[in-house]
């Protein structure tokens, strides 16, 4: 019996993603070759690599305008580290709204100036700053849409004249957004596009090439570019699932589909959370993550309870991070309204029995 | 029907690799999970990942002598920069065989002095140069122990008194060899051990933290070592299908038997191609490799014919790379001596046609 997966990530994709990426490992689109032995470089990848890029720019309508989507390795961590190797000259602007922003933070002062615009670490950024000022003399606005583990997301996003960069990881192809305000967007593949071991990257390429450092290869996006994302063996399989999920998104009616649902649980689940007494939501009520609802128990004395009610309820994943505690029920675009409702289902169990 | 697959890499896996890799996506050993959406902070994967880094030292015969084994991302191409990154504060010395030691050259000199030792560039690199002289004063001497597009491989490596580094992508685990002799060995995992999208790190701690640079987070062995090779996200399956590979060569009789079945193979071919008069080895003999044999026709005007006749025989992946054309017929540890025995039967047909 399936599960229902409230990972963080990775993540539940769809099942259909499953089958079709459990197929292909002993017969790849009838070639007679599993996909994990075939060549990079054969027509059959070559084109599975074209169309998730093609793919990725249009489902977030940034065909024809000057991006380049490519797919690297080292997920977000390595990006931290990229974005600031290709666009830090002297100085950058960094929101920091959680472990992710403060590690990005910590990678771009190897090379510049990292000034803190703001932070939310006075509360354990459980809410996104607002009304802070940006310095003009930047190289680029950096910051992160969706903070995983404290279970905020940006609603609104600064208007800047210099590069705007994006950590997206969390929440990429979740929601309707006008991504052309985006120089920059960059997310590891383990949430809503795919498995572990991929990384898109959505330049634009005229902020690229600007910095005096000579980059290293596999650092440097305008080599990636200029090889169509085949500068070196790519991680075949992590992209071709990618693709699968890229097409299933499509099929079901695009990222406006994709909002609409998951609008829908979080509604759900954040309405259970506000009404039923024995929890309490972590982030502020106007920050909350449509993908990443964290919230506590007001009695910590029923914590052994409704943990073994979830579990019996074959939820899983549902515990929270360490730096917040509690619970968080990670919703990515694959889970399902059904498994909120299993959830929410339990909590009101909980309540009943208490 | 299953292909003879002589593809350079990615490259044939075991039929029972496919197998288990296949069912894990639906269901990750009865967990009602797909190996895809489960959670690296899992216990389930966690001992995948133990288990791994443990069996690398194992089948290598580097357990409890100070090396460390880490999974990382981002290929060979990713390490020709961090080796540098990690071990590079001067100079360091490279023994130039092909493509990819050149590259990682070039990756080197942005980091410091990268002196070439010796070069088989003059012959299209066809064969590995011997009586070089490395100097004293360097940090470490680097090597590639095969060369996967010249058909080229060492079989002796020089005795140094710096740390020896040696990129094995495409051998590793497919010959015995005293790897205590080796402070640094990295391979991609898409030749001997697993799909695309992992790359193995063995590194004997006590030669880092002697560089004075500050290192990124991600560049950093000692992070990645002190993580457990969880620093961030790893490729999760990737990983978990070269523990499924890693456990076939032990279940195998380990490198040994690798070796032993490697030399069968590398025989039966080059013996046809010195025998047979419609064909010539492209690499020296004595540097011949038992992974990659490259070879020409005498006579191109019989390719039409024997590409047709190779290709009908459901033989994939034995067109030579550009940079030397002809034939290449890869035959890592997971190829059957009954696929090297269609070709040798094509050739031989060949020959008996023209």
Known sequence: MKKHNFSAGPCVLPQEVFQEASQAILDFNNTGLSILEI?????????????????????????????????????ASMQFLMTAYNLL????????????????????????????????????????????????????????????????QMKDFPSVDVPLVCDMSSDIFSRELNFSKFDLIYAGAQKNMGPAGATLVIVKEDILGKV???????????????????????????????????????????????????????????????????FKGFAATEDRSTMNPTFNLTDESK?????????????????????????RASMYNALSLESVQVLVDVMQKLEKEA
């Open 89 to 152: 000259q002297d100085k950058a602007a960094y929101l920091n709204t959680g472990t992710w922003s403060s590690k990005a933070i910590k990678e771009a002062r190897l090379f510049g100036e990292a000034v803190e615009v703001a932070s939310s670490k006075d509360k354990n950024f459980n809410y996104i700053p607002k009304d802070y000022k940006i310095p003009q003399d930047i190289n680029y606005f950096h910051c992160t849409s969706n903070n995983t583990i404290f279970g905020t």
């Open 212 to 278: 005096k450092r000579e980059i290293p290869s596999m650092m440097d996006y305008r080599v990636h570019i200029e090889k169509d994302s085949m500068f070196n063996t790519p991680p075949v399989y992590a992209i071709y699932v990618s693709l699968l999920t890229l097409r299933w998104i499509k099929d079901k009616g695009g990222i406006k589909a994709m909002e609409e649902l998951n609008n829908k649980k979080a509604a759900l689940l954040y309405n259970e959370i506000d009404r039923n007494p024995l």
């Open 303 to 327: 914590k052994e309870k409704f943990d073994s009610m979830w579990k019996d309820a074959n939820i899983n994943g549902l515990s929270g991070h360490r730096s917040v505690g509690g619970y």
């Open 39 to 75: 060549s990079h470089r054969s027509g059959a990848f070559v084109s599975v690599m074209e169309e998730a890029r093609h793919l990725a720019l249009e489902l977030l309508g940034l065909e024809n305008q000057g991006y380049n989507a490519i797919f690297l390795q080292g997920g």
